[in-house]
């Protein structure tokens, strides 16, 4: 029995949530003995679609992955909802429809819907009101009350760290389950969050951001319950494929990287492969002695006919 995200939750302090950009990435990070997995925007449009991280990506686009997703992975997957892709009747459809598709949560961030990297410059928020009434909408909209709802806040790059906080108990008294701090830049930043919010609060450890790469232990001593690492396998698997192209194109062969990959036996292992092939040998057995049994029968009647 699949265990839900707030089980998860309570069995490690902070629960570390890795990125997964497909289903075969969701499978490696169980097999690595992660409680959680994350669908990231940036992974979505990056991955799927070849696009830059800037809005371009649709509700369906990102159902379908977690679809894709959860089809084959039993772990809990949260998904980045970015702004919520409309007004209140949207924002509620969007909770409704990933919820469907099989997430077990979404956050949602208070820019505005031509947004951008939480790490970038350029972003522009809507006020506090108008996200709080986001998160109202989300809340309202959902039908499974473990369905989370995270309210995602990128205030503190823009307006500090108080505006931050201030934003952000707002967005809890809305109903938010989670508070999703983006880009803040110390461990004493992340303590004065978990000391003013009394939900849990999440870190994004996105790598060449604004957020040091900080220890599970210090973020743990700083009160943050989830620990968010939501593109650092795809960014490794974007590398190694840029390497083994490159290594073909020149070399005219793959001979000399074959190290680099995973093998046959690898890949069969994660994917169970031999208990599929297994499946497939019964049941062709099984055909072939029905096909037998037929042809026994039709013998027989011939014969009796004769």
């Known amino acids: 029995m699949p265990i839900s995200f707030w089980e998860a939750l309570e069995k490690e302090k902070p629960l570390q949530v890795v990125g997964a950009v497909n289903a075969y990435a969701a499978l490696l990070a169980k097999k690595a003995g992660f409680r959680a997995i994350y ?23 990102v159902c379908e992955d977690i679809r894709r997703i959860t089809y084959s992975c039993d772990l809990p997957l949260l ?51 108008e996200m709080t009434d986001r998160i109202k909408s989300a809340v309202d909209a959902r039908t499974d009350d473990s369905f989370t709802i995270m309210a995602r806040t990128d205030a503190h790059a823009i307006e500090g760290q108080a505006s931050a906080i201030e934003r952000a108990q707002c967005y809890v008294e809305a109903g938010a389950d989670i508070i999703f701090a983006e880009a803040l830049t110390t461990l004493a930043e992340y303590k004065q969050f978990t000391s003013a919010i009394d939900v849990p609060v999440l870190a994004n450890l996105t790598e060449f951001g604004m957020t040091p790469l900080f220890t599970a232990t210090e973020l743990a001593e700083a009160g943050v319950r989830i620990a968010l690492y939501p593109l650092s396998a795809s960014r490794a698997m974007a590398k190694a494929a840029k390497t083994i192209y490159q290594e073909i194109k020149l070399q005219g062969t793959q001979k000399h990287v074959i190290d680099n990959m995973q093998t ?41 006919n004769e």
Request: proline share 2%; hydrophobic share 30%.
């Open 39 to 61: 669908l990231s925007g940036a992974g979505v449009a990056n991955h799927s679609f070849g696009l830059p991280d800037l809005a371009m990506t649709t509700l369906n686009d």
């Open 79 to 129: 998904v980045d909802a970015d702004t919520g892709w409309g007004d209140a009747f949207m924002i509620g459809r969007t909770v409704r429809e990933i919820n469907r598709a099989g997430a077990s949560g979404c956050h949602i961030e208070d820019q505005v819907s031509s947004k951008r990297c939480g790490h970038r410059p350029g972003k522009k928020l809507v006020s506090s009101d």
């Open 264 to 304: 046959r036996t690898e890949l069969y292992e994660v994917l169970k492969y031999h208990e599929y092939e297994e499946k497939l040998d019964v049941l062709f057995v099984e055909e072939d002695t029905a096909k037998q049994s037929v042809k026994k029968e039709i013998d027989k009647a011939r014969k009796n």
